[in-house]
């Protein structure tokens, strides 16, 4: 009977990592988009061809002024962690008001080594001697992010298919769906400009 359970945690297990593929974030520039596949030169060098999911979300990526960091707003901020434990923005990323709660938390991020991801609420501003410092708020608990002047502050609004067009800047969200790798989410640069998480 025991040797069962397990048997049957182990196989509810395996449905449920099936039923979520692993997801990859690919940065690059896109080189082609025709007949449904996406080819794309990732930052690295290497070059990959992924089938476009007919329900692909796309996003523009645009630049928005330092002021839309303030109390109240959610947002998301790609960091490097310090040996104090405050942590310096490589980006933030304001979202729109009904994209709030979207992936809420403190995780590590694949932006550059050692780099985290905090999607939290902004509880305070304060200014600094270069740039001003958040404390951020999420619902199992609070980090302070030093933000530099010149660090990119962007939010991103709709888009569609007709934006990868060659050249364009883009984060890929791919998965392998049907034994392909597919992209399921791309974020697009406004006017060339990468999308900086």
């Given at each position: 009977?025991?040797?069962?359970?397990?048997?049957?945690?182990?196989?509810s297990?395996?449905?449920?990592?099936?039923?979520?593929?692993?997801?990859?974030?690919?940065?690059?520039?896109?080189?082609?988009?025709?007949?449904?596949?996406?080819?794309l030169?990732?930052r690295?060098?290497?070059?990959?061809?992924?089938?476009?999911?007919?329900n692909?979300?796309?996003?523009?990526?645009?630049?928005?002024?330092?002021?839309?960091?303030?109390?109240?707003?959610?947002?998301?901020?790609?960091?490097?962690?310090?040996?104090?434990?405050?942590?310096?923005?490589?980006?933030?990323?304001?979202?729109?008001?009904?994209?709030?709660?979207?992936?809420?938390?403190?995780?590590?991020?694949?932006?550059?080594?050692?780099?985290?991801?905090?999607?939290?609420?902004?509880?305070e501003?304060?200014?600094?001697?270069?740039?001003?410092?958040?404390?951020?708020?999420y619902?199992?608990?609070?980090?302070?992010?030093?933000?530099?002047?010149?660090?990119?502050?962007?939010?991103?609004?709709p888009?569609d298919?007709?934006?990868?067009?060659?050249?364009?800047?883009?984060?890929?969200?791919a998965?392998?769906?049907?034994?392909?790798?597919?992209?399921?989410?791309?974020?697009?640069?406004?006017?060339?400009?990468?999308?900086?998480?």
């Open positions: 009977m025991k040797n069962a359970l397990v048997l049957l945690i182990a196989l297990t395996s449905w449920a990592l099936a039923q979520a593929p692993a997801s990859q974030r690919l940065r690059g520039t896109v080189m082609s988009f025709e007949g449904g596949t996406l080819v030169s990732e690295s060098g290497a070059t990959h061809s992924l089938a476009v999911a007919e692909i979300s796309v996003s523009e990526v645009v630049s928005i002024d330092a002021s839309a960091i303030k109390p109240g707003t959610f947002i998301g901020t790609a960091a490097m962690p310090a040996a104090d434990g405050t942590l310096t923005a490589l980006e933030v990323l304001v979202f729109p008001e009904a994209a709030r709660g979207t992936g809420e938390g403190h995780s590590a991020w694949d932006l550059q080594p050692n780099s985290t991801m905090t999607n939290a609420t902004i509880a501003v304060t200014t600094a001697a270069q740039g001003r410092t958040m404390k951020l708020r619902k199992d608990g609070e980090k302070t992010v030093t933000v530099p002047d010149g660090v990119p502050i962007v939010t991103f609004r888009g298919k007709a934006m990868l067009v060659p050249g364009a800047k883009v984060l890929v969200t998965q392998v769906r049907d034994g392909k790798p597919t992209a399921v989410r791309a974020l697009v640069g406004k006017d060339g400009q990468a999308p900086p998480m």
